[in-house]
């Protein structure tokens, strides 16, 4: 094998494509639930529980 050997390149130049994207783009925005901001808050709170039980006991402070 060629240590030179070009991969395929795939350049889709159909503006259907295109089209087909941005309406699939655009209703799984409308369809999907996207409350992340809960979900964020939920994973900071397990992941950083210790940082603040320490912060709070006044052992450590955290510069903002």
């Known amino acids: 094998m060629n240590r030179h050997q070009k991969q395929p390149h795939f350049n889709v130049r159909n503006p259907a494509y295109r089209q ?12 999907t639930p996207s409350d992340n901001y809960e979900k964020i808050r939920l994973m900071r ?12 006991s006044g052992r450590i402070k955290i510069p903002r």
């Open 45 to 56: 709170q397990a992941i950083f529980a210790d940082v603040d039980e320490l912060r709070k």
């Open 20 to 31: 087909a994207f941005q309406r699939l783009d655009a209703a799984l925005e409308e369809n």
